[in-house]
């Protein structure tokens, strides 16, 4: 089955950990202001098109 989630919106909220990685169709990711979340695990060479994060925030692909 095809993935089709292309957007994820989820800012503010309690969120701890995100694996995004499985998610190639997604182009616009919104997670900011998760104060728990630091890491947004992807896939290598994934490109999300629009992603809004806060200034302690990172996408990478090892998340630990």
Known sequence: MKNRLTHLYSSSNLLTGLDVSHNS????????????LTCI????????P???????QKLNTSCL
């Open 50 to 56: 629009t992603v809004t994060l806060s200034e302690y």
């Open 25 to 36: 169709g997604l182009i616009d990711l919104r997670v900011d202001r998760n104060p728990e």
């Open 41 to 48: 695990k992807i896939e290598n060479e994934q490109n999300i």
